[in-house]
């Protein structure tokens, strides 16, 4: 999740228009899995006060609804501290691998997912060898499961292009190198890997090789005007499919393959249409399009706008029943209207608004309390304080 700003001009392309009543051909459809990259500013960190790990239980309530691809957040200083070339943490590590080991043994993907953009400790990535060095020290350790999917680094951003291209190519090299040579990688772009700038920014990384063939191009995409996913507004019914548009032609112009590694809209109905005429597209487009991940479950949320974690989330009670016909084998379209969901569901402790509520109470534990672009309270309930989890989410813990 980020901010960007920048505004790619959408190209009028001849590509397959959306067909709400096509199978759909995703080979994922899924959801982010947040929480242990929580607590950016607090390294290592304490587990249960700083980050918390996914729980087993709602991934696979998840599952059970037809999900299939499960991308869990972490930090890379978490992961291995101090130095990149350095040897893992054993309790993050074992944590992350029964987090893992949760989804893999449910027959879905895991996307191993270093929530770093870019950085390390703060610090740009410039070292290419000791990226390599961490990667394939990681790799190593998920080179047996075939369901294991590994995400280079979460959105890159205002760096050098040819920097970024090369820690792609050093992650992929890594990877390979470690012996884990029957998954897919999912590379990301500069500029927070949107897809709506893909073609003016990313245009490079199409020169990345793989002796495997198995490149998956991840880019997000958020709704809302800056399309940073900061705001439950979304710009018009139809801005989904708008926002995608380039980068399909840039993918089937290329012989890419790609996936929506994160998107979102507010709970009202612009957004929701939103969302599925995205969808439709890409599922229309998905000689091309693998497939998709909401922007995110996790424990930790609360009554955050687009929350997909069981059973109370705002995402989750608005949009799950939207996703189904998108699962992989599901039928491409609209939900019929019998199962849209209205905000009377929804917990009184949600926000309905489409937009940041406002106001200036208290928020309770795990509540929101800051990030860019916040207008609810920024004073927690005591004994808990405000914490910076990243520049767009704030909590009180």
Same mark, same amino acid.
């Given at each position: ?15 397959? !228009? ?14 982010? %899995? ?5 607590? %950016? ?7 249960? *006060? ?9 991934? $696979? ?5 037809? @999900? ?6 972490f930090r890379m200083e978490r992961l291995i501290p101090n130095q990149m ?31 770093? #953009?870019?950085?390390?400790? &703060? ?13 394939? /020290? ?13 995400? /280079? +680094? ?15 190519? !050093?992650?992929?090299?890594?990877? =390979? ?10 590379? %990301? ?29 991840? @880019? ?21 499919? %708008? =926002? ?9 112009? +290329?012989? $890419? ?20 005429? @995205? ?18 479950? &996790?424990?930790?949320?609360?009554? #955050?706008?687009?929350? @997909?974690?069981?059973?109370?989330? *705002?995402? #989750? ?15 491409? &379209? ?10 009377? *569901? ?31 309270? /920024? ?15 704030s909590q009180c813990l």
């Open positions: 999740m980020k901010a960007s700003t920048i505004i790619c001009a959408l190209l009028p392309v001849a590509l397959a !228009a959306p067909n709400a009543k096509r199978a759909s051909g995703f080979v994922w459809l899924g959801s982010n %899995e947040s929480g242990a990259e929580f607590g %950016e500013t607090k390294l290592p960190g304490v587990l249960g *006060t700083d980050y918390i790990w996914p729980s087993a239980s709602t991934i $696979k309530t998840l599952h059970d609804a037809g @999900m299939n691809i499960f991308r869990v957040a070339t350095g040897t893992p943490d054993a309790t993050y590590l074992n944590d992350l691998k029964a987090t893992v080991n949760a989804i893999t043994s449910l027959g879905a993907y895991a996307v191993i997912d270093p929530h770093n #953009y870019g950085r390390y400790y &703060g610090n740009i990535i410039s070292s290419t060898d000791d990226f390599a060095a961490w990667w394939k /020290t990681v790799a190593a350790q998920f080179a047996s499961n075939d369901h294991v999917i590994f995400d /280079t +680094n979460n959105e890159y951003h205002d760096m050098d292009q040819t920097l970024v291209l090369n820690l792609n190519q !050093a992650a992929i090299n890594a990877i =390979r190198a470690a012996g884990a040579t029957s998954q897919y990688i999912f590379v %990301e772009g500069n500029s927070w890997s949107g897809a709506w700038t893909w073609t003016t920014v990313n245009d490079n990384l199409k020169a990345l090789t793989d002796p495997q063939d198995k490149i998956v191009y991840e @880019m997000h995409q958020y709704l809302d005007s800056d399309g940073s996913g900061t705001s439950a507004t979304c710009v018009s019914s139809t801005i989904g499919q %708008e =926002r995608v548009q380039a980068a399909t032609q840039w993918l089937k112009t +290329n012989g $890419k393959k790609g996936i929506i590694g994160e998107f979102a809209g507010g709970a009202n109905s612009v957004c929701q249409s939103a969302v599925t005429g @995205m969808l439709d597209y890409l599922s229309a487009n998905s000689d091309v399009w693998m497939g998709a991940a909401w922007w995110a479950a &996790g424990p930790w949320w609360a009554d #955050y706008m687009f929350s @997909m974690e069981p059973p109370s989330g *705002t995402g #989750y009670q608005n949009y799950l029943s939207l996703l189904k016909p998108y699962f992989a084998g599901g039928s491409g &379209g609209p939900p019929p209207t019998t199962t849209t969901t209205t905000t009377t *569901t929804k917990p009184t402790t949600t926000t309905t608004t489409a937009g940041n509520p406002g106001g200036t109470g208290v928020a309770q534990h795990w509540g929101q309390c800051g990030g860019n672009g916040w207008q609810g309270p /920024t004073t927690c309930a005591s004994p808990y304080t405000c914490q910076k989890v990243n520049d767009w989410y």
